[in-house]
């Protein structure tokens, strides 16, 4: 079209288009196949990921996690939903309640029976068994494929549960909580850290106080921080309990027990 006709048209030409030509499918190669007829009826299974493992895998490498606090007033106003909502909180904080009990329990019957079975850390494979001993699935216990070092204080764990309560304990249901549990798992592994944080110490000196018959306080917390590498001897500030062959060997014994190393001295 010319630019006078263009003028005298108002309008712009239409672009030319090619038609796109489909190709013709090639006869599959079969020259070099020893067996070229084959049962693609049973296809092999393709490795599947959890939708919900492969986004949060992804948002790892962008984002940290993180807990926002809110009235849940001002997520909803629905009286339904907020009950709903209200009795899964509850349920998992349950479920969350038991599971900090169980691990207490059970670390202190090994540290009692058979102490080389003690975990050096508590992992997330160790927190799913644990999920599934103090929960039931359809009204029953499931207890399959839990570990033999478990099942002693499984049952001794239930059994105390059961005296407690004076009947049957009323254990929450799974009831397909499992995913909350990811992110419930982080709580827990935050809070056992802060935990150690905050009272080991403490801790330790008043199971040292207790176990070698010792008076003075102040002494005992000076066993704890030097055991937990906390305090080192410093010439420039003494300390009165500095330099005691029993506390030295003390000391020593309890930090060859509990396997600790890295010495500031």
């Keep these: ?38 049962d693609t009826s049973e296809e092999k299974e393709k490795k599947r990921t959890r939708k919900d493992k492969k986004i949060s895998g992804w948002e790892k490498k962008f984002y940290k996690f ?18 709903v909502i209200r009795n899964e909180v509850k349920e998992l904080n349950h479920i969350i309640f038991l599971m900090y009990h169980y691990i207490n329990f059970h670390i202190l019957y090994l540290l009692e029976n058979n102490p080389e079975l003690v975990p050096k850390s508590i992992k997330h494979g160790c927190i799913e068994k644990i999920y599934r001993i103090v929960t ?13 070092q478990y099942h002693e204080s499984m049952k001794l764990f239930r059994e105390h549960l059961n005296i407690a309560s004076k009947g049957e304990y009323p254990y ?3 009831n ?27 801790r330790l000196a008043k199971y040292l106080k207790i176990r070698e018959k010792e008076s003075d306080g102040a002494k005992a917390h000076y066993w704890a921080q030097r055991i937990l590498n906390l305090r080192v001897i410093n010439p420039e500030y003494p300390s009165k309990f500095d330099n005691n062959e029993k506390s030295e060997k003390l000391i020593s014994d309890i930090r060859q027990e509990l396997e600790i190393t890295g010495d500031k001295n």
């Excluded at 993180?66 to 009950?83: A, E, G, V």
């Excluded at 009204?139 to 839990?146: S, V």
């Excluded at 397909?176 to 403490?202: C, D, F, I, P, W």
């Design 66 to 83: 993180r807990c926002i606090k809110m009235k849940l007033n001002t997520f909803t106003r629905d009286d339904t939903l907020l009950d």
């Design 176 to 202: 397909y909580r499992g995913a909350l549990l990811n992110n419930a798992s982080q709580y827990m592994t935050t809070a056992v850290n802060n935990h150690l944080k905050l009272n080991l110490e403490k």
């Design 1 to 38: 079209m010319t630019r006078g006709k263009i003028l005298e048209t108002g309008k712009l030409p239409a672009p030319k288009i090619k038609p796109r030509i489909k190709e013709p499918d090639k006869p599959p190669d079969i020259a070099n196949v020893e067996n070229p007829i084959q």
């Design 172 to 174: 929450p249901s799974r």
């Design 136 to 148: 039931k699935e359809k009204g029953k216990f499931n207890d399959k494929g839990i570990p033999v």
